[in-house]
């Protein structure tokens, strides 16, 4: 009788064991998958608007009447021939414009928030003018110069 009592016991011990084991693990996946951490991100990224870039010589246009680039704040992500970059709008005229190629692993960066871009491979985050500010990605991305007259920003390449 008592080896069945210790065998119980033992049983008892196991499942109880067990199941504190898949708690814990249950609370460290809830916590790396944002579920309440303090320390988890404070929002989820917004996609960025794409536009469609003009490349000719060694310029890429692109219209920003009508687009999410017509206000100061406003970005986008625009594809050309010669590459993807991001656009923001500063100001009434000035514009930043960086290569929108990761330089971590080189996934396409296509997300923001607010006025920072976040890539969506693992969370490297740049701002306007390309500087990391958060990795793995170490490297900034390339900044061009740009103008902008009749609605049109020109990148410079
Ligand atoms: S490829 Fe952008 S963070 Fe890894």
Known sequence: MPDTITLVSRRQFCA???QAAACGTLATLSIACGGGSPSS???TPSMLPVLQGQFA???VRV???GSSL???GGAAL???TAGLFL???TSTTGFTAIDAVCTHEGCTINGAEGDVYVCPCHGSRYNRGGQVLAGPARASLRQYATAFANDVVTITL
């Open 87 to 89: 656009i923001a709008r």
């Open 70 to 72: 017509a206000n100061v």
């Open 78 to 80: 625009v594809e050309s």
């Open 16 to 18: 109880g064991a067990c």
């Open 63 to 65: 219209t920003a009447a």
């Open 57 to 59: 010589g060694s310029n």
């Open 41 to 43: 991100p404070s929002g």
